[in-house]
């Protein structure tokens, strides 16, 4: 069965700090995407990762996929409030289907 | 109106109701989705249409029923929902040129369910 772990599953952080959101998962894929979720509110792409070593960068946000390790990575730099949300990596298998993670709740405060 | 377009954005409905979620996308797009989130879940896939044919089924129970008229609408049929089916249902659209499927979300439909 192919899963899709994230972790941690629930992040709180203060601003200005780093952090690293990780995404597993468990066949083999080379196209990953992370999206945003606000709360309430629908997700949003954030990064569109096609090929092993891709990096992607936006604002205080920078996305990796490592296709080798089935990694996927998301770092924070110098967080700031609006940048909580919730994360969600998702793992497309070559078909119609995106299999996605459990989230990543980011909290951060002042 | 861009990008994907959901109505209701909210709805109640007792169990023996029958009511339709509608989904319509400007994107242009040849395929679209309709997912479930529930609280503390992760995001449940219920259906894919791709060229308005139904090309996945996630064994969603019967007493929702899919139906995509054409390549821009999408709609959710539901008849005797259970409580449990309470939900957010995101409907998604996508372009799958075979290099990349990037899914574009609406905004969803709050489904309750008493």
């Known amino acids: 069965e192919l899963k899709v772990e994230q972790n941690p599953l629930f992040l709180s952080m203060q601003e200005g700090k780093n952090y690293t959101i990780y995404c597993n998962y468990s066949?083999?894929?080379?196209?990953l995407y992370w999206y945003r979720q606000d709360p309430g509110k629908s997700l949003e792409s954030l990064f569109v990762l096609l090929s092993n070593g891709a990096v992607k960068q936006e604002g205080r946000l920078m996305a990796s996929l490592d296709t080798k390790a089935r990694l996927s990575t998301l770092h924070i730099t110098a967080a700031v409030h609006d940048l909580s949300a919730t994360y969600f990596c998702a793992v497309d298998i070559w078909t119609d289907k995106l299999i996605f993670g459990t989230g990543t709740r980011l909290q951060v405060f002042p | 109106e861009t990008g994907v377009t959901q109505t209701p954005r909210h709805l109640v409905m007792g169990m023996t109701n029958k009511k339709s979620l509608k989904c319509e996308q400007h994107?242009?797009?040849?395929?679209m989705y309709w997912y479930k989130q529930s609280a503390k879940k992760p995001l449940e896939l219920m259906f894919v249409?791709?060229?308005?044919?139904?090309?996945e089924n996630n064994s969603v129970p019967s007493r929702f029923s899919p139906e995509c008229p054409n390549s821009s609408h999408l709609f959710l049929h539901l008849h005797t929902l259970q409580p449990e089916d309470s939900a957010l249902y995101l409907c998604a659209s996508s372009q799958d040129n075979g290099a990349y499927n990037e899914q574009f979300f609406g905004p969803g439909t709050r489904l309750t369910v008493l």
């Open positions: 066949t083999t894929s080379d196209r």
């Open positions: 994107l242009g797009h040849n395929a």
């Open positions: 249409y791709s060229l308005e044919e139904r090309v």
